[in-house]
């Protein structure tokens, strides 16, 4: 912090174990992604290179080891995962992980159809060597799961040896835990609140009315994934009330309990 400001929420430290930023990296560039760092390394905690980014990413060692070196771990997209899977290339998949270092993995299955118990063993398998972030929910807009079903699948993954569960929302923010519009199926969400605890969900929000809808759910400390790097330091700001969509969040809170 620049400057000692009164009635701030109190943010978790890093390295955290909640309250987490999970930002999308779909193809910054070496100088970039340093540039980048160079403000918002404070604020990253987990960066997921998109989708299939990272097999047509030049120089991508390199750019593993600058978010290393910030002591930011990076994992590659889930879909990268189902694409070697649906190959039968899960070993090389692994095999890939070891050679560029990496110490999370995504298992997911929004693009193709897992058994749901298979998907839980390459959960059990991978939690032997890595952190696995699992990613619940389907990326085809016209499949709708009813909320114990999410709550079913997220339990399930999370005693399999995920260490959190993603709320899919793809990069557009528009399926899944949302309406195709954006808007936030509350009922869901609230019902999956129920059962799974905040503190190992990722939500992916990548429109700020989703992330100001968390924010004032589940306060400062909410997990939020999906980012675009411009919008980390915005989502900070806005995580402790200094954007006008969440600046009276916090106001005269002690007033007001007593």
């Not at 990496?102 to 839980?120: R, W, Y």
């Not at 997990?223 to 969440?246: C, F, K, Q, W, Y």
């Amino acid at each position: 912090m620049n400057f000692r400001l009164n009635q701030i929420p109190e943010r978790t430290e890093k390295p955290r174990s909640f309250g987490l930023t999970m930002v999308m990296d779909k193809g910054l560039g070496i100088a970039a992604t340093r540039d980048f760092l160079s403000v918002a390394a404070p604020y990253v905690d987990i960066v997921k290179l998109g989708f299939g980014t990272s097999m047509v990413t030049d120089r991508l060692k390199e750019k593993i080891e600058i978010y290393q070196e910030h002591n930011i771990p990076v994992y590659f997209g889930g879909t990268l995962f189902e694409a070697f899977l649906i190959r039968n290339q899960i070993d090389d998949y692994i095999g890939i992980l070891k050679e560029y270092g990496l110490s999370h993995v995504e298992v997911s299955d929004g693009s193709i159809i897992i058994p749901h118990l298979e998907k839980c063993g390459y959960i059990e398998k991978l939690s032997k060597i890595v952190t696995v972030f699992s990613e619940v929910g389907s990326k085809d807009a016209t499949h709708i799961m009813p909320p114990y079903k999410w709550i079913e699948l997220m339990k399930a993954e999370l005693e399999a040896g995920a260490t959190y569960v993603i709320a899919e929302a793809r990069e557009a923010g528009n399926v899944g835990i949302y309406r195709g519009s954006g808007e936030v199926r509350e009922g869901l969400v609230q019902e999956i609140l129920t059962q799974i605890p905040y503190e190992k969900i990722i939500w992916e929000a990548p429109q700020k009315a989703q992330q100001v809808y968390f924010l004032e759910l589940l306060s400062a400390n909410v997990n939020l994934g999906n980012l675009a790097p411009s919008e980390v330091i915005p989502l900070e700001a806005m995580r402790i009330g200094l954007r006008g969509d969440t600046f009276h969040l916090y106001l005269n809170k002690e007033k007001d309990s007593k």
